[in-house]
């Protein structure tokens, strides 16, 4: 089956000046899908996100650099600025979180013991949870009045109504969403840290806390670089656990970027403002995606 | 092998462009029964409601009218998918919640259903007068009302005898009364039961307006020759009599703050931890079910904000809207599938399994609406409210009804958590809703 194909044998068959259009055919597949799902939105975005639109979402007024210019209007708004800071620190706790308690259950079943096998199923149950179900779900525990957890704890907390914890309840949840993926991928990564370092660590009288510290850590660094940024990426997008639970509210607490996007574009009939916000949350994650890569070179042992 | 694969590959794609090519041909055929497709919003017993209503329809009318019916969320999501389609027309018939009115008649996609009802020579008058005012603006009927509701005040009797309470309250002021006596504390201080609790819902704020005998909205509540272009409720001072009420009510206590929307409301009730709550008729048959034994149900009217309110009720839920579509025989066969959708024997059935009311007249007429009258009396209580308010209260158009009721929401969280008050709430509704309207207006007119 495997022959040897000489090129050049059948090429000269065909005129040479036809060739330069031969690897583009090629990639014509790739760049329509590419190019209707991808860059058409992108660009028809940044386009809308210049004008006032309609109710249908057609472009009606231009408005860029005017002063009713959207990035203006956004950047005039409280409401944005507490939103964008509500987005940091939700997308912050998430990533830590979610990698924290993906590391801890992944190194309390690194070692093999009675019911391992069950406890690790456990931890990696999350994956399997779509977010909207669990959201439904913790609505129910979460209730203010006969909910699961308020009667856990002997009181009569609003967990998803009142300022002061709307914004942990929802981190709360995202983070047990997470952590399962999380599990699942640093225990891959544990597999992998070789044996030897742990003996010779052992041999040099280490401990279990410095050998987590100065082997493991630093062996899975490239898993758990990976890891944070799928958690930020996830983080930024979430979006079911918000509507579910808190609409966003209460006021700004959880008014994450995304959901803002939906309210204006889907509730309120703004598209050119969703559009500007969608723009601004791109530059976002844009940045934080850049100073990571940085971060890994320095960071990073592969 | 490569060989192999390549071949059964290229028959896949074949026998796919076959497929594709032969569903092309069914649709083009001009035979057969018209395919009419409905969209709704309408889940849980409800939704199953619908889907047996409409596998009757297509068993009546078999070979000629084939309806497909589309559950596509809630009516939110179901709006915002349409508005999303941009006016490609994804189905014939589309039900709409009250609020989308305003801008289904704006969106120059409709049908108004007072067309078929000129050429049909249909009699408008079998609809109930105050249902069909609010969806009548200028003289045209724009669209069928389907699933009619007005909110209630829904109260646990069991607990309303033990305390020996015997008059319904009808007004906030008999609230704060009858819910004193309801209240129960543990030995740790913390409330076992409230006495009241309601939901952070905008519609009822809608409908305290209407109660007040005032206006949500100017040029005639929205429903005058030109559109709204500003709220009203700020000026006439309506809308701060309602916040303050709601104010009162989460600051004393009288009700726990239970978030926006009223499944929690609803869950508090039926487990017990509140005496009272405000809620749909329509809800009226899912909390008999999920009471059960628990306590016996009691339905008053939707309460006034203060004794002496002159004003009523508005109809909420939602009604059909005829897309038009420009295909007659498509228009024809939902004319005809709206035609039996609001016939009394519909109504009645669909009255008994959900608790709208029947928006036909007649339908009170028939057995099965009869029986279950006499089986649950509370359905009673929402029809007597129903003719007890009068068209004028038919409650505000507004092309932003679904943002201006995330605002008003939105402010009453923002008062529930203290940081803001009664007076800056009402500010704070009307300068974000004129805002939006303004722009609104500006773009769309």
Same mark, same amino acid.
């Given at each position: ?7 050049? @044998? ?19 597949? @790739? ?43 956004? /950047? ?53 949870i779509a977010s909207a179900a669990a959201s439904m779900t913790f609505k129910m525990v979460l209730h203010p009045?006969n909910g699961l ?11 998803t109504g ?8 929802v981190?709360?949840l995202?983070?047990?969403l ?16 070789? @044996?030897?370092?742990?003996?010779? @660590? ?22 758990? /670089? ?9 983080? /930024?997008?979430s979006f079911s656990q918000i509507k579910l639970l808190t609409e966003g509210g ?9 959901w803002?996007?939906y309210m204006?574009a889907f509730r309120? /009939? ?33 | ?16 462009? #076959? ?16 395919k009419i497709t409905f969209w709704h919003a309408m889940g849980g017993v409800n939704g199953e409601a619908i889907a047996s209503m409409v596998a009757e329809f297509n068993a ?6 084939e309806v497909t019916s589309e559950f596509q969320g809630s009516y939110d999501e179901e709006f915002a998918k349409l508005q999303a389609s941009?006016?490609?027309y994804p189905c014939d018939i589309v039900q709409i919640y009250d609020i989308g009115s305003?801008y289904m ?7 108004? =259903? ?17 249902i069909?005012?609010y969806y ?7 669209s069928m009302p389907f699933n009619s509701s007005t909110p209630l005040?829904y ?7 033990? #305390? ?33 609790g309601m939901g952070n819902y905008g519609w009822f704020?809608e409908q ?14 929205? %429903? ?18 309602? =916040? ?14 239970l978030n926006i929307g009223n499944d929690d409301a609803k869950a508090a009730f039926i487990s017990?931890?509140i005496?009272?709550t405000l809620e749909s008729t329509a809800a009226l048959k899912s909390l008999l079910l999920n009471i059960g034994?628990r306590?016996?149900l009691?339905v008053?009217?939707f ?11 508005s109809v909420g839920g939602g009604s059909l809207w005829m897309l ?5 025989? %498509?228009?024809?066969?939902t004319?005809?599938f709206l035609?039996f959708m609001i016939s009394?024997e519909q109504q009645a059935i669909w009255n008994v399994k959900t608790g709208y009311f029947p928006i036909t =007249?007649?339908a #009170?007429?028939?057995?099965t609406?009869?029986?279950n009258?006499?089986?649950y009396?509370q359905f009673?209580?929402a ?6 308010? #009068? ?10 009804f679904p943002e201006?009721r995330t605002?008003?929401e ?7 958590? %203290? ?27």
């Amino acid at each position: 089956m495997a022959k040897n194909f000489d090129t050049r @044998a059948v090429r000269p068959a065909i005129k040479g000046h036809h060739f330069w259009l031969e690897p583009y055919l090629f990639l014509l597949p @790739a760049l329509l899908v590419f190019g209707m799902f991808l860059y058409y939105p992108f660009f028809r975005t940044i386009f809308l996100s210049m004008f006032l639109t309609n109710k249908t979402g057609h472009a009606k007024i231009f408005v860029a650099f005017t002063d009713k210019d959207n990035y203006l209007t956004l /950047f005039q708004s409280k409401s944005f600025w507490a939103s964008v800071a509500v987005t940091f620190r939700f997308v912050f706790a998430v990533a830590l979180g979610g990698l924290l308690i993906g590391l801890t259950s992944s190194l309390l079943t690194e070692k093999k013991y009675r019911g391992s096998n069950f406890t690790a199923a456990v931890y990696a149950m999350p994956i399997a949870i779509a977010s909207a179900a669990a959201s439904m779900t913790f609505k129910m525990v979460l209730h203010p009045t006969n909910g699961l957890l308020n009667n856990l704890l002997g009181t009569q907390i609003n967990f998803t109504g009142d300022v002061r914890y709307a914004l942990a309840s929802v981190i709360g949840l995202t983070i047990w969403l997470t952590s399962g993926i999380n599990f699942i991928f640093i225990s891959a990564g544990l597999r992998n840290v070789p @044996a030897e370092l742990y003996d010779s @660590a052992a041999v040099d009288g280490a401990g279990y806390w410095r050998r987590v510290w100065s082997v493991t850590i630093p062996s899975i660094s490239p898993t758990l /670089f990976f890891q944070i940024i799928i958690n930020i990426i996830g983080a /930024f997008q979430s979006f079911s656990q918000i509507k579910l639970l808190t609409e966003g509210g209460p006021g700004d607490a959880t008014n994450v970027m995304v959901w803002s996007i939906y309210m204006d574009a889907f509730r309120n /009939f703004r598209f050119g403002a969703a559009a500007a916000r969608s723009v601004i949350l791109f530059l976002i994650v844009l940045v934080i995606t850049i100073i990571q890569f940085r971060f890994e070179k320095r960071g990073v042992n592969y | 092998m490569k060989k192999t694969l390549a071949l059964i590959l290229v028959g896949l794609l074949a026998v796919s462009l #076959a497929f594709a090519a032969g569903s092309k041909e069914t649709v083009a055929k001009d035979a057969g029964p018209v395919k009419i497709t409905f969209w709704h919003a309408m889940g849980g017993v409800n939704g199953e409601a619908i889907a047996s209503m409409v596998a009757e329809f297509n068993a009546l009318n078999a070979g000629k009218i084939e309806v497909t019916s589309e559950f596509q969320g809630s009516y939110d999501e179901e709006f915002a998918k349409l508005q999303a389609s941009g006016g490609n027309y994804p189905c014939d018939i589309v039900q709409i919640y009250d609020i989308g009115s305003r801008y289904m008649i704006d969106s120059g996609w409709v049908l108004p =259903v007072q067309e078929y009802v000129k050429k049909d020579n249909w009699n408008v008058n079998q609809i109930e007068p105050n249902i069909a005012a609010y969806y009548t603006i200028d003289g045209t009927l724009y669209s069928m009302p389907f699933n009619s509701s007005t909110p209630l005040l829904y109260y646990n009797k069991t607990a309303f005898d033990e #305390a020996g309470i015997t008059k319904v309250p009808t007004s906030f002021e008999e609230i704060y009364e009858v819910a004193e006596k309801l209240r129960v504390v543990n030995p740790d201080g913390s409330v076992k039961r409230y006495g009241f609790g309601m939901g952070n819902y905008g519609w009822f704020f809608e409908q305290w307006m209407g109660k007040q005998g005032l206006h949500y909205v100017n040029n005639n509540n929205g %429903r005058g020759e030109q559109y709204a272009t500003a709220v009203a409720f700020d000026q006439n001072g309506g809308g701060l009599e309602i =916040v303050k009420v709601w104010d009162k009510v989460l600051k004393e206590g009288i009700s726990p703050y239970l978030n926006i929307g009223n499944d929690d409301a609803k869950a508090a009730f039926i487990s017990g931890n509140i005496a009272m709550t405000l809620e749909s008729t329509a809800a009226l048959k899912s909390l008999l079910l999920n009471i059960g034994d628990r306590f016996e149900l009691g339905v008053g009217y939707f309460p006034n904000i203060h004794k002496n309110d002159v004003g009523g009720v508005s109809v909420g839920g939602g009604s059909l809207w005829m897309l038009n579509t420009g295909d007659t025989r %498509r228009e024809d066969a939902t004319w005809e599938f709206l035609k039996f959708m609001i016939s009394p024997e519909q109504q009645a059935i669909w009255n008994v399994k959900t608790g709208y009311f029947p928006i036909t =007249v007649a339908a #009170a007429e028939t057995e099965t609406f009869k029986q279950n009258i006499a089986q649950y009396p509370q359905f009673q209580v929402a029809i007597d409210q129903l003719h007890d308010t #009068a068209p004028q209260y038919a409650g505000a158009l507004l092309s932003i009804f679904p943002e201006a009721r995330t605002t008003v929401e939105g402010y009453i969280a923002r008062l529930a958590n %203290r940081t803001v008050d009664a007076k800056g709430a009402v500010e704070g509704m009307a300068r974000d809703i004129n805002k939006a309207l303004e722009e609104y207006n500006l773009v769309n007119y």
